[in-house]
């Protein structure tokens, strides 16, 4: 650790309407920096790798891979009807059971909310789909309040003739996976890398995704 680091603690006073806030220099030596470093990365409630881990693992990425978009089907009916609380028992529920399955061949990450992602790490197409099924019976074994939870998931595939980052990879599997959203949940699509360029040249991918979020706000 680089000796000049500075740890500050953040406390908040509230007083009727006004909220006071005090920055200030906390004693180094009483803190556990690399444990809060570490926490950084580490998504608290499902102990995957979070959005943060998984910016710096893809910029650091010079390898082909798939990467996989995971939306949890019917989590705003569990929510509606076991309670938020309960809703944040079953993603935890959900980040261990990954953890489980995890191998040096898959990264997972909780993208936020009820979505998560994965990295494959040298790992082919047909190694890829045999993981996917895995991940689908691993969470359709849940047992939650008598519900059997599943996962709509998009797959895309990143190589060195991609037309699109890495980072756009990401774009495209989220908008892979409104195709097992829309036709019927609890399943995966996938698309290589032909397909990817020919629909990342069309350049609308941006707007494709925000009309499927803004269809699924209205109906899912």
Not at 147 to 152: D, N
């Amino acid at each position: 650790l680089d000796l000049d680091t500075r740890v500050y603690s953040l406390k908040i006073i509230r007083e009727d309407t006004r909220m006071i806030c005090y920055l200030y220099l906390a004693d180094s030596d009483m803190v556990d920096i690399e444990r809060l470093y570490s926490d950084s990365y580490k998504d608290s409630l499902t102990y995957l790798f979070n959005k943060n881990a998984l910016k710096l693992h893809l910029e650091n990425s010079n390898e082909e891979r798939f990467v996989g978009f995971l939306d949890l089907d019917n989590f705003k009916y569990i929510n509606d009807n076991f309670s938020h609380y309960a809703g944040n028992e079953l993603l935890t529920t959900i980040g261990k059971k990954l953890i489980s399955i995890s191998n040096e061949h898959i990264i997972f990450y909780r993208y936020g909310g009820d979505e998560f992602v994965f990295l494959t790490v040298n790992l082919d197409f047909e190694g890829t789909k045999e993981f996917v099924n895995k991940i689908q019976t691993a969470i359709n074994s849940i047992d939650f309040y008598g519900i059997h939870p599943s996962f709509s998931i998009g797959v895309a595939e990143y190589t060195f003739d991609s037309k699109y980052s890495i980072v756009d990879t990401i774009k495209i599997a989220d908008y892979v996976m409104y195709k097992s959203k829309y036709g019927g949940k609890n399943s995966a699509s996938f698309i290589r890398t032909d397909e990817a360029n020919q629909l990342f040249k069309l350049g609308n991918i941006d707007h494709e995704l925000e009309n499927y979020k803004r269809k699924r706000r209205i109906t899912i």
